[in-house]
């Protein structure tokens, strides 16, 4: 099996012509997508290329500067601002003990205050923006509305592609909160040689809802696990976006949806001048939202409720190095 044939491409545009059986024929399909790979490209999906070329080259402007510099924007997974290497390791929020991943991100995440302010402090803080490469801020702030808009478009889909009226999880999605990294993956010239079971990102899945991920490709790339427990390299297509489900959303269709492993290999020693970077964007659910798996036949798996920000806590702490 190829990662060609296991994740499927899908354009999301009759989507938006909000013809019935148009919309209905393509959640149909995303249905099947999520129930055996987890994993999915769309196009179509109206978000301009140009915009997400302006990111990239914003970010790797950011990410040139010298570390002292970045350094001045540091915080913990899950902040806001300069993750820098040896950070993080996601292998660890599967119980996987690997070396830290090879990467540094700059992350964002919701920053709408509710007026609460121990609920702001916690959920809702303001990003913080570097001031050595003024133009990250328009850029992303730009790409962060798209996202939104797209996050909230693709769970509307999911609510189709399970008979429900698409309107079914906007009551938890009315002041989500979200996370964007922008990933950069340093070529083996800064890194090194990794160590023994060290990716660029270890193996995981994600937590929330719905994943948005633009990425570059490489030979140090993406990889999904299928559900044959073999590795393959997932597909890529430089219009689309890929796109995947989080635990919280399988524990909510009670399994009928897969939250599935996934992790981005380092580059081989004949390629030490490779350099990714992806922006990821993570979108969630309101921070006091009570999520319950759907019984039959939607689901087929009763997990014990969850609130969002209990459960993402929880997350988050378990792949912190340090």
Known sequence: ??????????????????????RRELASRVDHALRTSGFLLVTGHGVPGRLRDRVRASAYEFFALPRE????????????????????????AEGTETPPDLKESYSLASDQPTGDPEVDQRWYRPNVWPAETPSLR??????????????????????V???????????????????????????????????????????HTDFGTVT????????????????????????????????????????????????????????????????LLSLIY????????????MPPPIGATSYPPVVWGDYLREKLAAISVG
């Open 138 to 159: 328009p850029v992303l702030t730009d790409y962060l509305a798209q996202m939104r808009t797209l996050a909230d478009e693709l769970m509307a889909i999911c609510a």
């Open 1 to 22: 099996m190829t990662g060609s044939s296991y994740v499927p491409v899908i354009d999301l545009t009759p989507w938006f012509t909000r013809d019935d059986l148009a």
């Open 161 to 203: 592609a399970l008979g429900l009226p698409a309107d079914h999880f906007a009551g938890y999605l009315t002041h989500p909160t979200f996370g964007l990294n922008v990933n950069w993956y340093p070529p083996l010239r800064h890194t090194g040689r990794p160590e023994s079971g060290q990716f660029r990102i270890g193996p």
């Open 69 to 92: 510099v970045k350094a001045r924007y540091t915080v913990g997974v899950g902040g806001r601002g300069w993750i820098p290497p040896e950070a993080e390791a996601n292998g660890y």
């Open 212 to 275: 948005v991920l633009d990425r570059e490709p490489g030979l140090g790339g993406l990889q999904v696990y299928t559900e044959q427990g073999r590795w393959v390299d997932a597909p890529y297509h430089p219009h689309a976006f890929t796109v995947n489900l989080g635990d919280l959303m399988a524990r909510w269709t009670g399994d009928r949806w897969r939250a599935t492993r996934h992790r981005v290999l380092a580059p081989p020693q004949d390629a030490p001048d490779e350099q």
């Open 282 to 293: 993570f979108y969630e659910a309101n921070h006091d939202a009570v999520i319950e798996s």
